[in-house]
């Protein structure tokens, strides 16, 4: 189980995406940040967590086509560059907000955090 999970995800027309949780907090995440942080196995090397995706291949133009729920822990989005296997758990996508409070806690924890910066 989860403490919070989304309770509204929203496509938005800039290719942005708004999720709302459960608690209350909201963020926007937009595509391209998404896209490089997915997790499937195409994109992380599954024994050390290297990302294998450069930010320079991820277009500048890139979309969700169409975001799924997974069950009750995650979600699945299907990307306008065709790549289709990106699964997000939603402990994952919390972690991932980049809404300034959520960096600003994160940067306090975690100096090397895999954030931007
Ligand atoms: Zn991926
Ligand atoms: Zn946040």
């Known amino acids: 189980m989860f403490e919070v999970r989304p309770v509204e995800i929203e496509k938005r027309e800039d290719g942005?995406?708004?999720?709302?949780?459960?608690?209350?907090?909201?963020?926007?995440?937009?595509a391209a940040y998404l896209r490089e942080n997915c997790h499937c196995a195409s994109c992380i090397e599954?024994?050390?967590?290297?990302?294998?995706i450069e930010p320079e291949a991820i277009p500048n133009?890139?979309?969700?086509l169409r975001i799924s729920a997974?069950?009750?822990?995650?979600?699945?989005?299907e990307w306008s560059d065709g790549h289709s296997t990106g699964i997000y758990a939603f402990d994952l996508l919390r972690s991932l907000?980049?809404?300034p409070s959520c960096v600003?806690?994160?940067?306090?924890?975690l100096p090397d955090g895999p954030q931007r910066p």
């Open 16 to 30: 942005s995406i708004r999720v709302a949780w459960s608690n209350g907090h909201e963020g926007i995440y937009p």
């Open 46 to 52: 599954e024994w050390t967590g290297r990302k294998m």
């Open 61 to 64: 133009d890139i979309r969700p």
């Open 70 to 77: 997974v069950g009750q822990y995650a979600i699945h989005i």
């Open 97 to 99: 907000c980049p809404c």
């Open 104 to 109: 600003s806690e994160r940067a306090a924890r």
